[in-house]
Each structure stands twice: as C-alpha cells, then as structure tokens.
C-alpha cells in the first residue's frame, strides 16, 4: 500500500497489485534484529521518495512576482516560489502509523517554506482549482506517476541496506 501526499489531518492510501516477489526481502528482514529492520525499511522509504517529491516541486505553480497574501490578521509579502519550498517530506508518527495499520511510512506534505517562514494557504486552490482558476494539479501527477518507480527504487534500496546490515547471507 503507498500512501498519497498528506492534507491536514487525512491520509488518503491508494492501493495497486504488485507482481514483484518479496520473499528475499522478507526473508533478508527476518535476518536482522528488529532495530536494524526498522533502520533499513526506513531508509529505503527515503531513498524511494525523492523523484516523487522532486516532481511535485517541480511541478508547482510559481508566481510571476511577488505578492500579498491573508496571512492571520493581516497581509505579508510573498515572493515567487513559496508554494515549491513548501513542499516537504516528512517521516510518519507512531500514532499516523498505527492508523494505516503499518510498520514505517513516510508523507510529502505541505509545510512553511524554507526561506519565507509561511505556510501556503492558497495550495489546494492550485491543485483543485475553482469556480474562477482552472486546476494546475502537481501533487497527484507526481504520485501516480512515480508511484512504480517509487516501488522499484525501494526494493532495490531495502535488498541493499537488507545485504549492508548483514540479514542477507
């Protein structure tokens, strides 16, 4: 099960048939001391993440120039990238992980930006559109098209960590 990006308080999970046999990786598991397990399925969820966040960054709408937005009780000056330096990832809680009735896990969100220091409540318009905006969707795209490679880069990733942590004589 691969989770889709993160909105508030909601995970939202998409599920897809796999046809790669993970016996090895299961087995390499059983090898190593729950720990060790727990650090190289970690690892592997972190390697596989990145063309998929990357994508999402690059895909973001971007400004033309800087801008004011409601922020509070008031106004701030925003300038032309927020949206892109928002996006971020994250590993899962304890609590999140339960809930998905998993063992690791990982989320690309939508946090404060880097440099600007302020969330970008405007997102979802971007992403959904509205009655007024044509939608310019960048989460969903990266998702569904890096959801295989996304896969392929964490088993390749995990029999590798799997072999460095020695589980897989």
């Known amino acids: 099960r691969i989770s889709n990006p993160y909105f508030g308080k909601r995970m939202s999970t998409v599920e897809f048939s796999i046809s790669t046999d993970f016996s090895d990786i299961e087995q390499g598991l059983a090898g190593l001391t729950a720990r060790m397990a727990k650090k190289a399925v970690d690892g592997a969820i972190t390697y596989a993440k ?3 966040l990357k994508e999402a960054q690059e895909k973001a709408a971007k400004a033309e120039a800087d801008h004011r937005m409601e ?3 008031g106004y701030v000056d925003v300038h032309p990238g927020l949206l892109k330096e928002s996006i971020k990832w994250r590993k899962l809680k ?3 992980l339960q809930e998905l ?3 690791a896990g990982g989320a ?3 946090g404060k930006g880097k440099t600007q220091k302020l969330y970008p409540r405007y997102w979802h318009f971007i992403e959904y559109g509205t009655s007024a905006l044509a939608p310019a969707p960048y989460f969903r795209p990266a998702f569904e098209q890096n959801k295989q490679l996304f896969l392929d880069r964490f088993c390749q990733k995990l029999r590798q960590n799997i072999d460095k942590f020695g589980g897989g004589s």
Do not use: F, Q, R
């Open 50 to 52: 990145t063309p998929m």
């Open 71 to 73: 922020y509070g009780d």
């Open 94 to 96: 304890a609590k999140e």
């Open 101 to 103: 009735g998993v063992s």
């Open 108 to 110: 690309i969100y939508i």
